[in-house]
């Protein structure tokens, strides 16, 4: 199965056969390297650009009113806060046009821990990015899903956040990406560019199908009904290991992959919390304002009723920077005991 | 305190053809008019707040004239700032839009009500929305110019802001990406230079002899003209234009220009005495060569100034926009 990195790049040469999709530019996305995390390797439409955020997000802007469709990339979301006014007015174009004009642009970033990537290398970006209006934000914890939600951001009219969470790009998926060859050692053959010499070099895409996640809906990756657990990029695969583990204890959780955060499944969320009445929100930003915040907010206003809990938010510490030590990383953003502890501490409270 | 200089005196014979030199006048004073009267508007409580760019008239009219109008990338994409009424009014938009802007009236045709006045923005003629940030243009006007470059024809980029502009890192990233070896881009680059950043004195934060030296730097040909002169203007930007259009490359122009109002109403949108009026020079030198009277002028001011009242007392009848609009268009597909 193809790994995140892969299936990035398997949506991004789909959309650039079939979605009209122009360019695909940021620092180091075009060969030699095709991107840090090898996202954008063998792509046709990919050019590296000057190493100036504010350029590249400005760029697709007006590559985007030109008729054009650009999918930029913002090499680490550390250095997106850099471009934050442009992506209000990038998410106010059409507000402030009163609809005349439109944005058809996608940035890609990527987000998070997990890499030991020390204080400009781990930051996550969905808390900043949720708020600001205009903007459709998504990330995805899974291969597929990654494809899928590339796919639908490649199509849309409106400007996609599209947040990458480093440290699942290399983990395989379970599920095919419609089209990809059953042999992962195959795919590899024929996507991933060779180190060395790459000049002569050029990818064999496999015959992709497409496949898209529409915005806006959730993913129920695991049923349970005392607990719910509301989650998306690097933490969600260690709730769903989480909710395993804790079946063997006798807690049923439900999972919930958010996948798109904006617009967000909120029937997915309400069903589910009016079944289990306790609910847990995980993610990684920094826990002062953030989007769990607005989610548990949302939660006390119209599922105060239905609740046997105080709902709660595990997230990151709220604190300048990510250091570089493993003790240091571990201790500042959600770990898999971390996630363990807190759905038992919460099946285990009563009213 | 210093103010704008004239880097050459208008007293060479006027160039161009009478038809040409009078279409110029009219647009002019037409600009002035609409200008005036968003003033007053804004002083007599219909409106929130007043920018505009009385005082550029002589540039920004000539502008308008020379742009190839239309949609998509054929046709020249304009990214403005907010003192350019006089280049809107040139390629044919009617002054009651911009009063509309001033009123917010759910009939502003360049934002429903939303923004201030002076900024413009209209899809069917590549008018990129005005941003009040002063220096965002700079950075997204390169996307549409690499859009026009690989699509071919004539069509160029046009990108323009001021002066105090050009210290923020988005006017070096319009220098940088314009200029990459791989794919330069048709851009005419403008600065439009009053030597004010609101209350802040160019000549105390600029250490550059002229902004125009920073666009040699990266071999884009570069020209600093008067500004306040509508036929050096008009000349310096036909060849300007034209380079870009067959080139396919970079232009930078920085025109002195002159503020005649302040900064905006912050500043109290009050006459400022030593500014040298474009206008007023440029009305001198049509009677002094005998293409129009005192007279043929002041009926013309009049009848301008008279249209604009109308259009204002028009507007202040026009509805306001329904609160329950806020929620229209955050996305394009609400349209």
């Given at each position: 199965m193809a790994n995140m990195a892969q299936a990035i790049r398997m949506a991004l040469h789909y959309a650039e056969e079939n979605l009209g999709v122009t360019d695909i530019f940021g620092e180091d996305v075009g060969m030699p390297l095709g991107g840090v995390f090898t996202c954008t390797q063998g792509l046709k439409t990919t050019w590296n650009s000057p190493l100036d955020e504010r350029g590249i997000i400005g760029a697709a802007m007006g590559i985007a009113m030109g008729g054009g469709r650009p999918v930029a990339e913002?090499?680490?979301?550390?250095?997106v806060y850099n471009t934050i006014d442009l992506l209000k007015l990038a998410g106010n174009t059409c507000w402030s046009t009163n609809g005349d004009w439109n944005m058809p642009m996608v940035v890609r970033t990527p987000v998070g821990?997990?890499?030991?990537?020390?204080i400009y290398h781990s930051h996550s970006f969905d808390a900043t990015m949720t708020h600001i209006p205009g903007w459709k934000v998504v990330m995805p914890s899974t291969p597929l899903d990654a494809y899928g939600l590339l796919i639908t951001a490649c199509k849309e009219q409106n400007p996609v956040m599209f947040l990458e969470p480093k440290a699942l790009l290399r983990v395989k998926g379970e599920e095919r990406i419609?089209?990809?060859?059953?042999?992962d050692r195959q795919l590899s053959k024929m996507i991933d560019a060779p180190l060395g010499d790459r000049t002569q070099w050029k990818a064999q895409w496999p015959a992709l199908q497409e496949y898209a996640v529409p915005f806006g809906k959730g993913k129920l990756v695991r049923e349970g009904n005392q607990v719910t657990v509301v989650s998306y990029g690097r933490t969600l695969p260690l709730c769903a290991k989480a909710a395993a583990t804790l079946a063997d204890e006798g807690i049923s959780t439900e999972v919930i992959?958010?996948?798109?955060?904006?617009?967000?499944?909120w029937e997915m969320i309400k069903a589910s919390v009016q079944k289990t009445g306790r609910v847990l929100f995980v993610n990684e930003d920094t826990e002062v304002t953030n989007f769990g915040e607005h989610l548990m907010r949302r939660t006390v206003e119209e599922l105060f009723y239905s609740l046997l809990a105080a709902p709660k938010l595990l997230a990151g510490k709220f604190i300048p920077g990510i250091g570089l030590a493993d003790s240091l990383e571990m201790a500042s953003v959600p770990q898999q005991n971390d996630i363990t502890d807190a759905i038992r501490k919460l099946a285990a409270e009563q009213p | 305190m210093s103010r704008p200089r004239l880097?050459?005196?208008?007293?060479?014979?006027?160039?161009?053809?009478k038809e040409l030199l009078l279409r110029i006048h009219d647009l002019m004073v037409k600009t002035r008019a609409l200008e005036e009267r968003l003033i007053q508007m804004y002083k007599q409580g219909h409106g929130y707040f007043w920018i505009g760019g009385p005082g550029e008239e002589a540039f920004n009219v000539p502008l308008g004239m020379l742009m190839k109008v239309g949609q998509g990338p054929d046709y020249d994409y304009l990214h403005a700032h907010y003192r350019q009424s006089g280049t809107i009014l040139a390629f044919g938009e009617e002054p009651i839009g911009a009063l509309r802007q001033m009123k917010n009236t759910a009939t502003d045709p360049y934002s429903g009500g939303r923004n201030f006045a002076g900024h413009f923005s209209l899809k069917k003629y590549n008018v990129a929305p005005v941003s009040s940030p002063i220096e965002v243009q700079y950075a997204v006007a390169p996307g549409t110019a690499m859009v026009q470059k690989r699509h071919g024809g004539d069509g160029i980029t046009i990108v323009t802001g001021g002066d105090?502009?050009?210290?923020?890192g988005d006017f070096a990233s319009c220098l940088v990406w314009s200029t990459r070896p791989a794919n330069p881009l048709p851009i005419l680059i403008i600065v439009t230079n009053n030597k004010w950043g609101i209350s802040t004195a160019g000549d105390d934060q600029h250490g550059e002899k002229h902004i125009a030296d920073r666009a040699k730097a990266f071999g884009i040909p570069a020209k600093t003209i008067n500004g306040n002169d509508p036929i050096e203007s008009y000349n310096e930007l036909k060849t300007a234009m034209e380079y870009v259009r067959k080139e396919r490359k970079p232009y930078f122009i920085e025109a002195m220009v002159s503020r005649l109002y302040g900064h905006s109403s912050a500043s109290g949108a009050n006459l400022v005495g030593n500014e040298v009026d474009c206008l007023k020079q440029f009305e001198e030198r049509l009677e002094q060569e005998g293409h129009m009277t005192r007279q043929q002028m002041d009926e013309l001011r009049n009848r301008y100034t008279e249209d604009m009242a109308a259009a204002a007392r028009q507007v202040r009848d026009e509805p306001q926009p329904s609160p329950d609009s806020i929620w229209k268009h955050i996305y394009a597909e609400d349209k």
């Open positions: 913002i090499q680490f979301c550390d250095y821990s997990g890499i030991r990537g020390s419609p089209g990809e060859p059953d042999d992959d958010l996948r798109s955060l904006w617009p967000y499944d | 880097i050459k005196e208008a007293s060479a014979p006027l160039q161009l053809e105090a502009g050009t210290a923020e």
